[in-house]
């Protein structure tokens, strides 16, 4: 399942020891509340993307934003990028 493996993308990209998949609900908040994120962890986890999928994202900007907003909205936006 997708969100599986973003999940272990984030676990893997940002080294969260403390945390393993089943703790991340697919629907929760990515940053603040929820996991908590930073925006250095937005820039790591967006390399990451790119290294596992090939997606750019824009550092700064509303729709980038709307993508990381949960596991759910990232897996939704890898899933629309790998059909082209």
């Given amino acids: 399942m997708l969100e599986l493996e973003v999940k272990n993308?984030?676990?893997?990209?940002?080294?969260?020891?403390?945390?393993?998949?089943?703790?991340?609900?697919?629907?929760?908040?990515?940053?603040?509340d929820g996991l908590g994120l930073d925006s250095i962890d937005a820039l790591e986890l967006g390399v990451a993307l790119q290294k596992r999928y090939g997606i750019t994202l824009s550092a700064d900007s509303e729709e980038t934003r709307r993508h990381f907003a949960s596991v759910r909205a990232l897996a939704e936006l890898i899933e629309k990028n790998r059909k082209k």
């Fill in 9 to 32: 993308l984030i676990i893997e990209a940002l080294q969260l020891e403390d945390i393993s998949a089943a703790d991340i609900d697919s629907e929760a908040p990515l940053f603040v």
